[in-house]
């Protein structure tokens, strides 16, 4: 008997999706996207457990790999790439694999998911360690290049967390920390880039996201730790070091200038009154918290 997934059985709820008009249509596939965040709810304690378990093996100089197929792997280079502008997170330790290699971001290649051996040889190919947190991503749960990729994530001794949207799947086995993203039928059959996607991607945001503050990347609620690479983002970085150092424009600047446009070290310079030089090793010596560097008297 075949043994169709959540994720690929009829939806129940718009059997006549086809005969809708273009506003009642726009409602029900938005109304159904709900499901994601009531499936990301669910799976937060996980989550938030799989962080706590990243962060030492992260702050030894662990990296974060991706390993993913289709909509799923695309959603892990997203997270990987968007972490250097966001917080200065070095581009070598955020590390997206995809079956049918970097094309397949633009050019689906169907077939290179079915291929464990090859999920196997990339994570392989990259020279993983015990501090490396491997994060395989498959809506389906049994993605064969995801648990190549997993299987090799565990015989190196990674942290392995995988993230899959069906219960009781093979990806969730083979993690030390299973996430399960159970959105159930999606409202066009099968088709896992709706609610399923949009769960995989709130999950990593939040995964990396809670992963950086912990990493002292975050000075309260504030993006400290981004790079300052166009005019929208050096406005953004005076606008943050304003807000932070409670100077003026101007102020904030100066500040800036003198240290290559980091937020964090102009922070702690305006506030403690020292050079880019002191103010900059004074978070080092604090393991980046711009909090921690403040208290010190």
């Excluded at 005019?231 to 304003?242: E, G, Q, Y």
């Amino acid at each position: 008997m075949l043994n169709i997934l959540n994720t690929e059985t009829p939806s129940q709820r718009h059997p006549d999706l086809d005969l809708y008009d273009s506003t009642r249509l726009v409602a029900a596939l938005v109304e159904d996207q709900q499901a994601a965040l009531d499936a990301l709810r669910a799976a937060a304690p996980a989550l938030a457990a799989a962080v706590e378990a990243a962060v030492p093996r992260i702050s030894a100089g662990g990296r974060l790999l991706y390993a993913g197929a289709g909509t799923s792997g695309r959603l892990g280079v997203l997270d990987s790439v968007e972490l250097t502008p966001t917080f200065s997170w070095p581009g070598e330790r955020a590390v997206a694999l995809m079956a049918g290699g970097p094309s397949a971001m633009f050019v689906a290649v169907e077939g290179a998911e079915d291929d464990e051996a090859q999920g196997r040889r990339d994570v392989e190919a990259v020279a993983p360690t015990g501090q490396d947190v491997l994060l395989g991503i498959a809506a389906s749960g049994q993605t064969p290049y995801v648990l190549g990729a997993l299987a090799a994530g565990r015989a190196a001794g990674c942290l392995c967390v995988g993230l899959a949207n069906n219960p009781g799947t093979a990806v969730l086995a083979a993690s030390d920390h299973p996430i399960l993203l159970d959105t159930g039928a999606e409202l066009i059959s099968g088709s896992t880039r709706l609610k399923a996607g949009t769960a995989q991607k709130m999950a990593l945001n939040a995964f990396s996201s809670a992963l950086m503050v912990r990493l002292n990347k975050v000075y309260g609620n504030l993006m400290v730790d981004m790079k300052a690479t166009n005019a929208k983002l050096v406005r953004r970085a005076v606008a943050l070091t304003m807000r932070a150092a409670g100077v003026d424009e101007a102020s904030a600047r100066r500040a800036l200038q003198a240290c290559d446009f980091s937020v964090k070290t102009a922070v702690v310079m305006l506030l403690k009154q020292l050079p880019a030089d002191e103010a900059l090793r004074l978070l080092e010596d604090h393991s980046g918290s711009v909090r921690l560097a403040l208290a010190r008297h």
